[in-house]
């Protein structure tokens, strides 16, 4: 899913970093956001809806709309669409509000 | 607390340009951005601009985003930058609150504040249109040019305005297949140079159409869409279902200025100008004294007219506080003339009778 050629855009990309969602090894950028590296790595599902537990994905991409939240390092409502990945990252699906602990 | 003369939220075309004409003037501007980098929409705009030279038009919007960078580096003395930085609210005594870091807060207290913090994607109402692979155009934009990820295979666009056409345009660059454009208005609503560039790449854009439905188990699989009559209602059995993976909603934007309803600033809400926004005078200043406000968060326009009205504001709030440019007149009558310029002729006709309900005089 990553573009490599690109008739006016070369894309400076970061170091290559691992991170985890669902457990699950994956491999992203430095410099670029967790949403963008989970797309990357084809997945669409970020988490789902309160009540009816419908899939969600990204919407607005730049932290207005809260479609993207997510759990990272344990910390729930992450707007991943504007959090930089970083090494090591764990990031899960959330359940439900999260907590605060 | 941080004392400043003038904190500016929001570090988009209009932010930055308001910064650098405030810091022109010699007042200690403090610009407030919640994302790690500065250019706002304009770091993922790889089109070239219209407008006239001193909008920097045929120049592509993540260059202008440099160029404005410069000039505010030109400024350093009297410019604190700070990104990473939310605002999150403002109080009776003229405080604002902000978050650094996601982790701690802090206090601002400015002797005047300019808001630009933009405008945010409207939403379609249509049934499955919270499946994942339904995105807002400009995130799409922002996956594709700045991340370099591909949002899918095959995309429906719905909406040819202009961002609508220059998204489509810009998928193709980067080999993402657009199966057609759609619009639920009879007419084409962005420039017919861009229109008629997509339509010679094979693109159908129907006009009059509208989304039925969207189709898929956890992400969009199809897109079914209908035929409008001329009363918008929806004619049965004109229905055409598309294999996508992407819906693009690119139906236009409205202004974020939460911070001052909060702040206490009348606001009218004006359609031409697509939401909610702050009655102002000739000086943007809104009728909260010593609050002003450039960009799209007083009504969506264009790059070229934020960046203008950036300027404006700057150095009619400097002025404001005391801190006031050696050429202030012929500044003004200058920015006032490019605004008028920008808005003149057909194109600008909603916009000038949008603005004209809410400037007092
Ligand atoms: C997809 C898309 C395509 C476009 N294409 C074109 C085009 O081709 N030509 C053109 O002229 N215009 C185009 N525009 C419009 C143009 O980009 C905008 O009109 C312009 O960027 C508006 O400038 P601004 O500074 O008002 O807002 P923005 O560029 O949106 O900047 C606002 C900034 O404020 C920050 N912010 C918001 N809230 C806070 C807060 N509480 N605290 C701190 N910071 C905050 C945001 O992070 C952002 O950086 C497009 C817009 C979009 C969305
Ligand atoms: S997708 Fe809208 S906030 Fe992240």
């Not at chain 2, 790889?46 to 993540?62: D, L, N, P, V, W």
């Not at chain 2, 202009?162 to 759609?182: D, R």
């Not at chain 2, 203008?308 to 050429?327: C, D, F």
């Not at chain 2, 310029?341 to 809410?358: E, F, Q, T």
Request: aromatic share 6%.
């Amino acid at each position: 899913m990553r573009i490599e050629e690109h008739p006016i855009l070369k894309f400076k990309r970061g170091k290559k970093i691992k991170f985890k969602f669902e457990g699950k090894t994956m491999e992203g950028y430095e410099g670029e956001t967790v949403a963008a590296a989970l797309h990357a790595n084809g997945i669409l599902v970020l988490g789902e809806s309160l009540e009816k537990h419908r899939p969600r994905g990204f919407y607005c991409a730049i932290g207005n709309c809260s479609s993207c939240l997510m759990e990272v390092d344990g910390i729930p409502n992450v707007k991943t669409c504007v959090t930089k990945l970083e090494e090591g990252m764990e990031v899960n699906k959330q359940k439900g509000k999260g907590e605060l602990k | 607390m941080i004392n400043t003369d003038i904190a500016i939220v929001g570090g988009g075309p209009a932010g930055l340009c308001a910064a650098i004409s405030a810091a022109e003037s010699g007042a200690k501007v403090t610009l407030i951005e919640r994302n790690d980098e500065l250019g706002g929409q304009l770091v993922k705009q790889t089109h070239m601009f219209f407008g006239s030279e001193k909008q920097y038009a045929s120049t592509r919007g993540i260059d202008i985003s440099d160029i404005l960078l410069e000039k505010l580096e030109g400024h350093k003395e009297n410019v604190t930058i700070m990104k990473n930085t939310t605002v999150l609210g403002r109080y009776e005594d003229g405080v604002i609150t902000g978050m650094i870091d996601e982790n701690k807060y802090l206090k601002f207290n400015p002797e005047a504040l300019i808001v630009a913090t933009g405008a945010t994607e409207k939403f379609l109402g249509f049934p499955n249109n919270d499946l994942p692979g339904i995105y807002g155009a400009g995130a799409v934009q922002t996956l594709m040019n700045v991340y370099g990820v591909k949002p899918g295979d095959k995309v429906l666009m719905v909406g040819a305005g202009n961002i609508g056409l220059i998204v489509s345009y810009q998928l193709m660059q980067a080999g993402v297949k657009v199966e057609a454009i759609i619009d639920a208005a009879p007419n084409i609503g962005g420039y017919l140079v861009h229109a008629s560039k997509i339509r010679r790449m094979g693109v159908p854009i129907y006009t009059g159409h509208t989304v039925k439905e969207a189709i898929g188990s956890d992400h969009l699989e199809k897109a079914v869409i209908w035929q409008l009559d001329d009363k918008w209602q929806p004619i049965e059995g004109s229905e055409k279902e598309y294999d996508v993976d992407v819906m693009c909603v690119s139906v236009g934007l409205s202004p974020l200025n939460e911070l001052l309803v909060m702040a206490g600033c009348e606001m009218e809400y004006v359609p031409e100008l697509s939401g909610n926004v702050p009655l102002r005078n000739e000086d943007y200043e809104t009728t909260v004294e010593n609050i002003f406000v450039a960009g799209d968060s007083c009504g969506v326009e264009e790059a070229s007219s934020a960046m203008v009205e950036g300027y404006l504001a700057g150095l009619t709030a400097a002025a404001k506080i005391g801190k006031i440019h050696p050429q202030y007149e012929e500044k003004k009558a200058d920015y006032i003339k490019q605004l008028d310029d920008l808005r003149s002729g057909p194109v600008g006709k909603h916009i000038r009778s949008g603005i004209d309900k809410i400037v007092r005089r």
